[in-house]
């Protein structure tokens, strides 16, 4: 079954470290790629999404991720970690554009140390 | 400012009752979806629905009912036959169009506790 991988349930950082959440795919067709976040009790917010305009795609709040064919790779990263990054963050996929449904990692979540 | 709204945001209910949690948007969006969120187990699709009066079973629709009357209404039912109800329930809608890269957008959600 195609599925979408996120390495690691939980991540701690120091705040201003590099923040590094890793999303893999798990087919030879590039499917359309997300990154969301999730506050406490919250929904969930987009991040960003992969348009295969660009491979580095930018996002909100500092956020990017660059979509790696040859990895099958879609991690997200911003270069300076703040405490106000502490969230829980999902990696989600469609495989092919006549799908609606988006298949969700387990997330990862995210400790930012002062 | 448009969106989708989730009511309530926390729900208590006894073992064996069925109960109905409201899903409203108003982004004009034709296609809706519930999920389940359990600690360390992501989301997982419940229902979804592309269209008035037409849905179809997700990966995990077992003890669940909902119906489409309107295009901005898409309401959840947890029946008693569902083994373990207490969760987070998250409702969400998107555009329906040719291309994959349109995001879903999500309710605040309801977090449903059954004793």
């Known amino acids: 079954a195609q599925s979408v991988t996120q390495l690691g349930s939980h991540v701690s950082v120091s705040e201003g470290a590099l923040v590094l959440l890793r999303c893999n795919y798990s087919s030879s067709v590039p499917p359309y790629l997300f990154w969301y976040v999730q506050y406490p009790n919250q929904g969930l917010q987009l991040l960003l999404k992969y348009t295969s305009a660009a491979t580095l795609v930018k996002g909100i709040n500092g956020f990017e991720a660059e979509f790696k064919k040859s990895e099958t790779s879609f991690h997200l990263t911003k270069p300076s970690a703040h405490m106000s990054d502490a969230a829980e963050y999902f990696c989600a996929v469609r495989y092919g554009a006549g799908s609606y449904q988006l298949t969700f990692g387990k997330g990862t979540k995210l400790s930012v140390i002062p | 400012d448009g969106g989708i709204t989730q009511s309530p945001k926390y729900l208590f209910r006894k073992e064996g009752q069925n109960v109905t949690l409201s899903c409203e948007q108003n982004l004009n969006h034709d296609a809706m979806y519930w999920y389940r969120q359990d600690p360390g187990q992501g989301l997982r699709l419940i229902y979804y629905?592309?269209?008035?009066?037409?849905?179809q079973k997700g990966d995990i629709a077992e003890g669940y009912s909902v119906s489409r009357e309107k295009k901005e209404s898409f309401p959840l039912t947890v029946t008693s036959a569902q083994k373990n109800p207490t969760a987070f329930y998250l409702c969400?809608?998107?555009?329906?169009?040719?291309?994959?890269?349109?995001?879903?957008?999500f309710g605040n959600g309801t977090r449903l506790t059954v004793t």
């Open positions: 629905s592309q269209i008035v009066n037409d849905f």
């Open positions: 969400a809608s998107s555009i329906v169009g040719s291309t994959g890269n349109s995001p879903l957008h």
